[in-house]
């Protein structure tokens, strides 16, 4: 495998986790219940009944973790505050004990020559916020307001760039819409409003993030959409999915406009939730930065059942993760030239937030090392045509709490017994550890 990528000078290397999926100590130091305790202990929810409760047990063993990202020799580290460690109830003061572990948190980064960049949410919402109906509730919305402050107004002397929302795409459809993560709730498209009040939430954070002279990133999980076949249902079902999937999370934000859902069948005013002045609020404040998430493009084809705008499909004949999501390297390029199409000069640099694969359990990782390997080739790609591409996060450090597969799928570049809680750096590791220092030769780019 390659070790070195002709990509641009300066460019920034890191590792990203998130919070319910490695901290545990879920009743420690005042953090109260989040959307993902209680689904968790909803029988059936989780595969083997797994929980976040101990996860990698980072709340205990930062230290060790930070040596790990300090031996890759780190640019960045991409992490997520949990919402009720700082506020438990999701409104009020702040938890001081909860700040204080992020405020350790960061020093210890910074001590290691590691630059924080915090995620305000990854899916872990405050059981009482969730009570008063989550992010169906205009309400939490303006609550996120007041914990980003608390969160920025404690950390932002040392933190000089945030990312509000992780993946508004995925916690709407998979948390309200199909149910199949917290808060498990199966709407179908009645569940839009959600997405709205995300993106209403990420606006009123980005305007007084910005009031503080922080920098703001929003992280999306994007996907290059494709018909299974040129017939015209199958084309009009690929452009309803990528109307849910990309434009409907990413239009807003950068253009200040929903897209037309009508493929959807869904209002524009989605279902009465957009109020006036609320793209405005979305769109003013602007983005420093799109995060972008990728994994896999996706096919589509027409639906089979007439309820629904579309099917999604199996690529056939290309490798599939363990996971058994498809690995097309060069989707990465696609999606990234097909963003500049799209959005033009409404585009903001680009970061790769999330990027990487789960593999069987074995400490030699070679499908991780081709993954990485052959995305950071796309990438580069993409780069060499001009589209400005200023980091890469590879998703994620240790292998940890994968939502609704539990421990099942590992993600890890450093493996995890979660019996003893020890860490053993895989393959890849040391292979993205040489690729770092490679980069930082002086070269042409
Ligand atoms: C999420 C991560 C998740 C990863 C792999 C992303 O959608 O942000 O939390 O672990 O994908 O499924």
């Not at 009944?49 to 991409?78: F, Q, S």
């Not at 990420?202 to 002279?213: E, N, S, Y």
């Not at 249902?233 to 239009?251: C, G, I, K, Q, V």
């Not at 639906?303 to 060069?330: K, N, Q, R, S, Y």
Request: overall charge negative; hydrophobic content about 40%; glycine content about 8%.
């Amino acid at each position: 495998m390659p070790d070195r990528f002709d990509l641009p000078a300066g460019f920034r290397w890191g590792v990203a986790t998130a919070a319910y999926q490695i901290e545990g100590a879920v009743d420690e130091d005042g953090r109260g219940p989040s959307v993902w305790d209680t689904f968790c202990a909803r029988p059936g929810a989780v595969r083997d009944g797994h929980t976040g409760a101990v996860a990698c047990d980072h709340y205990h063993r930062w230290p060790e973790d930070i040596a790990l990202m300090k031996d890759l020799g780190l640019d960045g580290y991409r992490f997520s505050l949990a919402w009720p460690r700082v506020q438990p109830t999701g409104t009020g003061p702040a938890n001081p004990a909860g700040l204080a572990f992020y405020d350790r948190l960061v020093d210890a980064l910074l001590a290691a020559g590691i630059t924080p960049l915090p995620t305000l949410f990854h899916w872990d919402l405050p059981q009482a916020l969730e009570d008063r109906g989550g992010w169906l509730n205009r309400d939490t919305a303006h609550r996120f307001a007041d914990y980003a402050a608390l969160a920025a107004d404690r950390l932002g002397d040392r933190v000089p760039a945030w990312i509000t929302l992780n993946e508004p795409f995925v916690h709407t459809v998979f948390g309200y819409a199909l149910g199949i993560h917290a808060p498990g709730r199966a709407l179908m498209f009645e569940a839009l409003p959600a997405a709205h009040h995300q993106l209403l939430a990420h606006g009123l954070a980005a305007t007084l993030l910005h009031d503080r002279g922080l920098d703001v990133l929003l992280s999306n999980n994007l996907t290059p959409v494709h018909p299974a076949t040129p017939t015209p249902a199958d084309l009009a079902a690929a452009h309803a999915y990528d109307t849910l999937h990309n434009r409907l999370f990413t239009d807003p934000v950068l253009l200040g406009r929903y897209p037309d859902l009508t493929p959807l069948g869904v209002p524009d005013d989605i279902y009465g939730a957009v109020h006036p002045g609320d793209l405005d609020l979305i769109h003013t404040p602007g983005l420093d930065g799109l995060g972008v998430n990728f994994y896999n493009p996706t096919r589509v084809a027409a639906p089979t059942d007439p309820a629904l705008p579309f099917d999604l499909v199996d690529i056939p004949d290309v490798p599939h993760t363990t996971f058994g999501w498809p690995v097309v390297p060069e989707a990465l390029t696609t999606l990234l030239l097909h963003l500049r199409d799209t959005y033009g000069t409404a585009l903001p640099p680009l970061t790769i937030t999330e990027n990487g694969c789960s593999t069987p359990e074995p400490l030699d990782d070679p499908a991780r090392i081709t993954y990485l390997a052959t995305h950071l080739d796309a990438l580069a790609t993409a780069t060499t045509q001009g589209i400005d591409v200023r980091g890469y996060y590879t998703w994620s450090l240790l292998d940890n709490f994968e939502w609704a597969e539990g421990y099942h799928q590992r993600f890890g570049l450093v493996h995890v017994d979660f019996e003893t809680q020890r860490r053993t750096p895989r393959a890849s590791y040391a292979w993205y550890r040489r690729l770092i220092v490679a980069h930082r030769a002086p070269h042409a780019r």
